[in-house]
């Protein structure tokens, strides 16, 4: 089967589209042929090196598709059923994967595969941060970083549909429209505007009681100085860079705190990634998470889609077609 592969770390132009072999799955596991294959900021990461992997490499971590067949053991799936899954093995790039079939969900009717390749790794991430490291009320305001993003298009929603007022960030006015659409009551353009200074105006100085920074280097700074007393900064990502070392004695005048999340220590265990999963689903099937048609590339052409999500040039969710 054709996968991308890399064989050292670096931009793009690493990203190799290789002829490879797939065993038959083991005990336990499915294999599935992938009908659309989600890609994620992470995996930037993983090519540029910045989240090292042993090399040579498989790249991508969310897919969706058809099993195939099922390894020994495995009771609750067969072949035909939709699945998707966000949480890895890393190789999702690929036409076909061998997944342990306790880490996959079934796709419901009304998910077509392209979704699910949209929204199992971003959504899952929107439900945990939403829900779980800062378990949002309804009437409190947040700001919410790359709003106009895959993971932010999600948060925002899935945020005002528990009845937050939502600040969001873009990072050009183009953008500003997509995140009005998506949820956001204030939209801010970080590249022109000053982000804290915006969200001090916009909750009458008071401001916010948790932050949601995807974007890192470039707005770990303001998302610190937007937060009210007690305030949480969720710092989930780095597509600006990592951010950098700091003293705990700036989270002091203002008795912050701070979290770093990831996705696996939400969804680690079947029972969590099963309840993420239905959480999402419903907010789905509700109507109140709307997720727009993937932007499409050819698997081929992974390095293509890469330079357009480093380049800010997209919105939403991109999926890879085997
Ligand atoms: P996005 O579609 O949100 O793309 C990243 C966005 O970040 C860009 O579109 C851009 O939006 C913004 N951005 C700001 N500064 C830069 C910069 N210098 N270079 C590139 N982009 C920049 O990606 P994802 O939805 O896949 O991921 C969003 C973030 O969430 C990432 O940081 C990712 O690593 C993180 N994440 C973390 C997870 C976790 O569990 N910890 C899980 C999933 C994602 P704009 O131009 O509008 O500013």
Redesign the pocket.
């Known amino acids: 089967m054709k996968a991308i592969r890399f064989a050292e770390t670096g931009g793009p132009e690493v990203l190799r589209f290789e002829e490879i072999d797939l065993p038959a799955p083991s005990a336990g596991e499915i294999r599935v042929r992938h009908t659309a294959i989600g ?4 995996d930037t ?1 993983h090519r540029s090196g910045l989240y090292p992997l042993k090399l040579p490499s498989g790249i991508g971590m969310e897919a969706a598709g058809v099993v195939e067949s099922v390894g020994p053991g495995v009771t609750d799936l067969k072949p035909g059923d939709r699945i998707a899954y966000g949480n890895g093995p890393i190789g999702a790039y690929a036409e076909s994967a061998n997944l342990v079939a306790a880490r996959v969900v079934k796709l419901p009717e009304g998910v077509s595969d392209d979704i699910g390749a949209s929204i199992m ?2 959504g899952l ?1 929107a439900e ?1 941060l939403l829900r779980r490291t800062y378990p949002l009320k309804a009437g409190e305001t947040i700001l919410f ?8 298009q999600i948060a925002c929603q899935w945020a005002k549909a528990l009845g937050a007022t939502v600040i969001g ?4 006015d183009a ?1 500003i429209e997509t995140a009005k659409a998506n949820g956001c009551d204030h939209v801010i353009v ?1 590249s022109r505007e000053d982000i804290a200074a915006r969200v001090k105006e916009i909750t009458g100085g008071a401001g916010v009681p948790v932050v949601y920074d ?6 770990w700074e303001a998302s610190i100085k937007a937060l009210k007393l007690r305030g949480l900064f969720a710092s ?6 990592p951010v950098p070392p700091f003293s705990p004695a700036l989270l002091s005048p203002k008795s912050l705190y701070m979290t770093r ?4 220590a ?1 969804v680690g265990t079947t029972e969590e990634l099963r309840d993420a999963a239905a959480a999402l689903f419903a907010v789905i099937a509700s109507g109140a998470v709307k997720v727009a048609a993937p932007t499409v590339y050819q698997l081929a052409d992974a390095a293509t889609a890469h330079r357009d ?4 040039k ?5 999926i890879l077609r085997p």
């Open positions: 890609i994620n900021y992470i990461y790794l971003k991430t945990y970083h790359a709003a106009a993003g895959g993971v932010g960030t873009v990072g050009s953008k970080s995807g974007v890192g280097k470039d707005t989930f990502g780095n597509a600006s860079g999340p990831g996705l696996m939400y999500l480093e380049a800010r997209t919105t939403g969710s991109l």
